[in-house]
């Protein structure tokens, strides 16, 4: 049991354009999902709450307009980079818990998707 | 300061050895303590959660330190395929959703 799935695997795309990732809990509702981001040889570092059905709640230092996130169901969770640069490129993973699982059990995680802006 | 800190290896040790990694953390109020395990280019997926009184999965033993705020992996005659980077994780006491991770110690295990 949960499982939390992430699309696409990888995604190459002009600067100036902007990418969407999909999270989704395939066996589970969440009403919380997390997006983190994470450099060659760099630990992950938590971009934002997703809150299913409001806003997401951003760390420091991560721009809530160029990083857009959407949390409309249940079970999906979007993060969307917009005017995506080269120093986007990176690896962004989503990550939830299923409310059966206990607390310290810890937190699932999506595949990943790396994204590489050229 | 950094909320987690790990020696980033590599630590190259050849099968059968004994290999242990030692991870700090800043914030006494933390709760909860993981150790995942990323491979290459992968996502982290949980190896053991640790628990105040330690604890052992195999040949996997975890052990917290709260007064010294450290928590431990031993890992008993390695394999081939414990090669991978492992990560330690901390929870905030007061925002049990947000995770630090520390940056990872690189585990090289060779026939």
């Known amino acids: 049991g949960a499982v939390v799935s992430q699309h696409p695997s990888w995604v190459i795309c002009k600067s100036g354009t902007s990418v969407k990732i999909e999270c989704r809990s395939l066996?589970?509702?969440?009403?919380?999902m997390f997006w983190y981001r994470q450099f060659p040889k760099q630990s992950l570092m938590l971009m934002a709450t997703?809150?299913?059905?409001?806003?997401?709640?951003?760390e420091q230092g991560v721009e809530k307009d160029k990083f857009l996130i959407n949390h409309a169901s249940l079970t999906l969770s979007t993060l969307t980079v917009t005017s995506a640069h080269p120093e986007d490129s990176s690896f962004y993973i989503c990550?939830?818990?299923?409310?059966?699982?206990?607390?310290?059990?810890?937190?699932?995680f999506g595949s990943g998707t790396r994204l590489t802006v050229v | 300061r950094k909320e987690v800190e790990q020696d980033p290896g590599p630590f190259n040790v050849p099968e059968g050895a004994t290999v242990a990694f030692n991870c700090t953390y800043s914030?006494?109020?933390?709760?909860?303590f993981f150790w995942y395990r990323q491979d290459c280019r992968k996502e982290p997926k949980l190896l053991m959660s640790?628990?105040?009184s330690g604890n052992e999965d195999g040949r996997f033993t975890a052990q917290l330190n709260r007064a010294s705020q450290y928590i431990s992996l031993l890992i008993r005659d390695s394999k081939l395929s414990d090669s991978a980077t492992y990560l330690c994780?901390?929870?905030?006491?007061?925002?049990?959703?947000?995770?630090?991770f520390g940056s990872g110690t690189k585990l090289n295990v060779k026939p």
């Open positions: 990550s939830a818990r299923a409310p059966s699982q206990a607390f310290n059990y810890g937190y699932t």
């Open positions: 066996d589970f509702q969440a009403t919380t």
């Open positions: 997703s809150n299913e059905g409001s806003k997401a709640t951003y």
């Open positions: 914030n006494s109020a933390s709760q909860s």
């Open positions: 640790v628990y105040s």
């Open positions: 994780v901390v929870n905030d006491r007061y925002n049990f959703n947000k995770f630090y």
